[in-house]
Protein backbone atom coordinates (compact mmCIF):
# COMPACT_ATOMS: atom_id res chain seq x y z
CA UNK A 1 0.00 0.00 0.00
CA UNK A 2 0.93 3.56 -0.14
CA UNK A 3 2.01 5.11 3.21
CA UNK A 4 3.84 8.44 4.17
CA UNK A 5 5.55 9.04 7.40
CA UNK A 6 6.22 11.89 9.24
CA UNK A 7 6.59 13.11 13.27
CA UNK A 8 3.22 14.37 14.77
CA UNK A 9 4.68 17.21 16.76
CA UNK A 10 7.88 18.63 17.25
CA UNK A 11 9.06 21.62 19.30
CA UNK A 12 12.18 23.72 18.60
CA UNK A 13 13.25 27.09 19.86
CA UNK A 14 13.21 30.46 18.21
CA UNK A 15 16.38 31.23 15.76
CA UNK A 16 17.77 27.36 15.76
CA UNK A 17 17.13 24.94 13.40
CA UNK A 18 14.99 21.80 12.80
CA UNK A 19 14.43 19.16 10.43
CA UNK A 20 11.21 17.57 10.01
CA UNK A 21 11.97 13.75 8.61
CA UNK A 22 9.25 12.01 5.90
CA UNK A 23 9.53 8.63 4.68
CA UNK A 24 7.40 7.46 1.96
CA UNK A 25 5.85 4.61 -0.25
CA UNK A 26 4.31 5.25 -2.72
CA UNK A 27 3.19 3.30 -6.45
CA UNK A 28 5.71 4.28 -8.44
CA UNK A 29 7.18 7.94 -7.54
CA UNK A 30 6.47 11.57 -9.53
CA UNK A 31 8.26 13.52 -6.85
CA UNK A 32 7.93 14.81 -3.09
CA UNK A 33 6.00 18.11 -2.12
CA UNK A 34 6.37 19.82 1.49
CA UNK A 35 3.46 22.36 2.54
CA UNK A 36 2.77 24.55 5.05
CA UNK A 37 -0.47 24.48 6.79
CA UNK A 38 -1.19 27.31 9.61
CA UNK A 39 -4.45 26.56 12.03
CA UNK A 40 -7.40 27.08 9.83
CA UNK A 41 -5.73 28.22 7.22
CA UNK A 42 -5.42 25.74 3.56
CA UNK A 43 -2.04 24.75 2.85
CA UNK A 44 0.96 26.66 0.65
CA UNK A 45 3.38 25.20 -1.33
CA UNK A 46 6.73 25.11 0.24
CA UNK A 47 9.11 22.87 -2.31
CA UNK A 48 8.99 19.97 -4.67
CA UNK A 49 11.83 17.00 -5.08
CA UNK A 50 11.95 14.54 -8.14
CA UNK A 51 15.88 14.09 -8.22
CA UNK A 52 18.13 13.28 -5.31
CA UNK A 53 19.75 15.89 -3.15
CA UNK A 54 19.25 19.25 -1.35
CA UNK A 55 17.08 22.07 -3.07
CA UNK A 56 17.88 25.36 -0.68
CA UNK A 57 14.97 28.16 -0.79
CA UNK A 58 16.26 30.56 1.80
CA UNK A 59 15.50 29.54 5.53
CA UNK A 60 13.71 26.55 3.86
CA UNK A 61 15.54 23.83 2.38
CA UNK A 62 14.36 19.99 1.25
CA UNK A 63 16.24 16.78 0.82
CA UNK A 64 15.32 13.56 -1.02
CA UNK A 65 16.63 10.11 -1.60
CA UNK A 66 15.15 7.88 -3.64
CA UNK A 67 16.58 5.28 -3.06
CA UNK A 68 15.58 5.36 0.81
CA UNK A 69 12.04 6.87 0.68
CA UNK A 70 13.27 9.51 2.46
CA UNK A 71 12.90 13.48 2.77
CA UNK A 72 13.34 16.10 4.92
CA UNK A 73 12.63 19.72 5.65
CA UNK A 74 15.18 21.94 7.03
CA UNK A 75 13.67 24.90 8.57
CA UNK A 76 17.03 27.40 9.91
CA UNK A 77 16.77 30.39 11.72
CA UNK A 78 13.29 29.76 13.40
CA UNK A 79 10.82 32.24 13.67
CA UNK A 80 7.40 32.20 15.61
CA UNK A 81 5.32 32.58 12.35
CA UNK A 82 7.29 28.89 11.60
CA UNK A 83 5.01 27.26 14.06
CA UNK A 84 2.74 25.59 11.76
CA UNK A 85 1.59 21.83 10.93
CA UNK A 86 4.40 20.78 7.91
CA UNK A 87 2.58 18.47 5.47
CA UNK A 88 4.47 15.78 3.17
CA UNK A 89 2.59 14.51 0.45
CA UNK A 90 4.26 11.88 -2.58
CA UNK A 91 2.96 12.10 -6.03
CA UNK A 92 2.50 8.47 -7.58
CA UNK A 93 2.81 7.13 -10.95
CA UNK A 94 -0.99 8.10 -11.58
CA UNK A 95 0.06 11.75 -10.27
CA UNK A 96 -1.97 11.53 -7.24
CA UNK A 97 -0.78 12.96 -4.03
CA UNK A 98 -0.31 10.46 -1.33
CA UNK A 99 -0.60 12.71 2.43
CA UNK A 100 0.67 12.18 5.20
CA UNK A 101 -0.44 13.75 8.53
CA UNK A 102 1.38 16.70 8.98
CA UNK A 103 4.03 17.48 11.59
CA UNK A 104 2.83 20.45 14.02
CA UNK A 105 5.95 22.35 14.67
CA UNK A 106 5.80 24.02 17.96
CA UNK A 107 8.19 27.15 18.68
CA UNK A 108 9.08 28.46 21.73
CA UNK A 109 10.80 31.91 22.56
CA UNK B 1 0.08 34.38 -10.21
CA UNK B 2 -1.52 30.85 -9.32
CA UNK B 3 -4.33 32.15 -7.33
CA UNK B 4 -6.85 30.08 -6.22
CA UNK B 5 -10.11 31.66 -4.49
CA UNK B 6 -13.35 29.26 -2.32
CA UNK B 7 -16.79 30.67 -1.72
CA UNK B 8 -17.80 30.96 0.70
CA UNK B 9 -15.20 31.23 3.62
CA UNK B 10 -17.65 30.13 6.02
CA UNK B 11 -21.26 28.33 5.89
CA UNK B 12 -23.77 28.03 8.38
CA UNK B 13 -26.37 25.67 7.30
CA UNK B 14 -29.49 23.72 8.83
CA UNK B 15 -29.67 19.75 8.27
CA UNK B 16 -31.33 18.56 5.26
CA UNK B 17 -30.92 21.44 3.35
CA UNK B 18 -27.72 21.91 0.18
CA UNK B 19 -24.76 23.74 0.51
CA UNK B 20 -22.69 24.86 -2.93
CA UNK B 21 -18.96 25.49 -2.46
CA UNK B 22 -17.09 27.16 -5.66
CA UNK B 23 -13.78 26.89 -5.91
CA UNK B 24 -12.25 29.39 -9.42
CA UNK B 25 -8.88 29.42 -10.53
CA UNK B 26 -8.04 33.43 -11.39
CA UNK B 27 -5.34 33.61 -13.24
CA UNK B 28 -4.61 30.47 -14.90
CA UNK B 29 -6.65 27.24 -16.32
CA UNK B 30 -7.08 24.71 -14.38
CA UNK B 31 -7.81 21.44 -16.32
CA UNK B 32 -7.39 19.24 -12.81
CA UNK B 33 -9.27 20.47 -10.03
CA UNK B 34 -9.22 18.58 -6.64
CA UNK B 35 -11.58 18.51 -3.34
CA UNK B 36 -10.25 17.48 -0.28
CA UNK B 37 -11.61 17.24 3.45
CA UNK B 38 -10.08 18.25 6.71
CA UNK B 39 -10.71 17.25 9.70
CA UNK B 40 -9.67 19.01 13.17
CA UNK B 41 -6.12 18.16 13.59
CA UNK B 42 -5.60 15.58 10.76
CA UNK B 43 -4.23 15.75 7.50
CA UNK B 44 -5.90 16.53 4.39
CA UNK B 45 -8.59 13.48 2.72
CA UNK B 46 -8.88 13.53 -1.20
CA UNK B 47 -12.41 13.43 -1.81
CA UNK B 48 -12.90 14.02 -5.47
CA UNK B 49 -10.69 15.01 -8.22
CA UNK B 50 -12.08 16.12 -11.27
CA UNK B 51 -11.21 17.27 -14.59
CA UNK B 52 -13.25 19.98 -16.72
CA UNK B 53 -15.64 18.69 -18.52
CA UNK B 54 -15.66 14.94 -17.54
CA UNK B 55 -17.42 13.02 -13.95
CA UNK B 56 -15.73 13.39 -11.10
CA UNK B 57 -13.36 10.75 -9.84
CA UNK B 58 -14.40 9.88 -6.33
CA UNK B 59 -12.32 8.24 -3.46
CA UNK B 60 -13.32 5.41 -1.72
CA UNK B 61 -16.05 5.69 0.71
CA UNK B 62 -16.99 9.02 -0.55
CA UNK B 63 -21.04 8.97 -1.63
CA UNK B 64 -21.01 10.66 -5.29
CA UNK B 65 -24.58 11.37 -4.81
CA UNK B 66 -24.32 13.33 -1.64
CA UNK B 67 -21.37 15.49 -2.63
CA UNK B 68 -22.02 16.68 -6.29
CA UNK B 69 -18.91 17.77 -7.98
CA UNK B 70 -19.40 19.76 -11.09
CA UNK B 71 -16.12 21.28 -13.47
CA UNK B 72 -18.25 23.16 -16.21
CA UNK B 73 -15.67 24.93 -16.78
CA UNK B 74 -11.27 25.34 -17.02
CA UNK B 75 -11.51 27.90 -13.76
CA UNK B 76 -14.62 27.02 -12.16
CA UNK B 77 -15.46 23.53 -9.99
CA UNK B 78 -18.25 23.87 -7.52
CA UNK B 79 -18.70 21.07 -4.45
CA UNK B 80 -22.41 20.35 -3.79
CA UNK B 81 -22.92 19.00 -0.07
CA UNK B 82 -26.85 17.88 -0.57
CA UNK B 83 -29.17 16.83 2.42
CA UNK B 84 -26.60 18.01 4.89
CA UNK B 85 -26.17 16.39 8.23
CA UNK B 86 -24.31 18.07 11.39
CA UNK B 87 -20.90 15.04 10.41
CA UNK B 88 -20.49 16.69 7.37
CA UNK B 89 -19.42 19.67 9.12
CA UNK B 90 -16.13 20.35 8.16
CA UNK B 91 -13.42 22.00 6.23
CA UNK B 92 -13.19 21.92 2.69
CA UNK B 93 -10.52 22.69 0.41
CA UNK B 94 -10.13 22.56 -2.96
CA UNK B 95 -7.30 22.77 -5.16
CA UNK B 96 -6.37 23.02 -8.93
CA UNK B 97 -3.26 22.08 -11.16
CA UNK B 98 -2.54 23.86 -14.57
CA UNK B 99 -2.45 21.26 -16.93
CA UNK B 100 -0.22 18.39 -18.38
CA UNK B 101 3.62 18.78 -16.89
CA UNK B 102 2.32 21.06 -13.61
CA UNK B 103 2.52 18.54 -10.52
CA UNK B 104 2.05 21.31 -7.83
CA UNK B 105 -1.27 21.91 -6.94
CA UNK B 106 -2.19 25.28 -5.61
CA UNK B 107 -4.58 25.75 -2.80
CA UNK B 108 -8.06 27.45 -2.08
CA UNK B 109 -8.39 29.49 1.04
CA UNK B 110 -10.73 26.44 2.40
CA UNK B 111 -14.58 26.67 3.47
CA UNK B 112 -15.68 25.94 7.12
CA UNK B 113 -19.07 24.15 6.52
CA UNK B 114 -21.15 23.94 9.94
CA UNK B 115 -24.41 22.14 9.79
CA UNK B 116 -26.27 22.47 13.21
Known amino acids: GQNIDQPTEMTATEGAIVQINCTYQ??????LFWYQQHAGEAPTFLSYNVLDGLEEKGRFSSFLSRSKGYSYLLLKELQMKDSASYLC??????????WGAGTKLIIKP | GAVVSQHPSRVICKSGTSVKIECRSLDFQATTMFWYRQFPKKSLMLMATSNEGSKATYEQGVEKDKFLINHASLTLSTLTVTSAHPEDSSFYIC????????????FGPGTRLTVT
Open chain 1, 89 to 98: AGMDSNYQLI
Open chain 1, 26 to 31: TSGFNG
Open chain 2, 95 to 106: SARPGEGFYEQY
